[in-house]
């Protein structure tokens, strides 16, 4: 029996996020983050550059970066204790399917500039 692990990471610089322009901002965020993850970040750069690290750590993870999936194809939401929870929608969903992969954790971590996130899939 084989068994699937698959990892990917990102890292990136908060002020990418924070210093977008207001005419694009609003669009961008619309375009990468489910309302649920807006709600959730509240408008708060260092939570948006999490999660947007954690998309892209799970797009690695996957095989096929931003692209071949949509962005809002990975969302990550909370438990009830607040730690961040995978759900993947449409093709990101049916990649995960096809590589085996039952199972995701995830983790982000933020500082003033720096956002980072880890996602692991196993199967």
């Not at 375009?31 to 993850?37: G, L």
């Not at 550059?49 to 909370?78: D, P, T």
């Not at 093709?91 to 003033?112: D, F, N, P, T, Y």
Request: aromatic content about 4%.
């Amino acid at each position: 029996m084989a068994y699937v692990l698959r990892t990917g990471i990102d890292l990136i610089e908060v002020h990418r996020i924070a210093e977008l322009k207001p005419e694009i901002r609003s669009r961008f965020l619309s375009r990468v983050f489910t309302d649920a993850e807006q709600k959730i970040c509240g408008g708060r750069n260092e939570r948006l550059s999490g999660r947007f690290a954690c998309k892209e750590a799970v797009s690695k993870a996957l095989g096929s970066g931003i692209g071949a999936i949509r962005w809002q194809e990975i969302e990550i939401i909370n438990d009830s204790n607040g730690m961040p929870v995978l759900v993947l929608h449409g093709k990101a969903a049916e990649m995960s399917s096809m590589l085996g992969i039952v199972q995701w954790s995830v983790s982000i971590s933020h500082i003033r500039d720096l956002a980072t996130a880890v996602a692991v899939g196993m199967g």
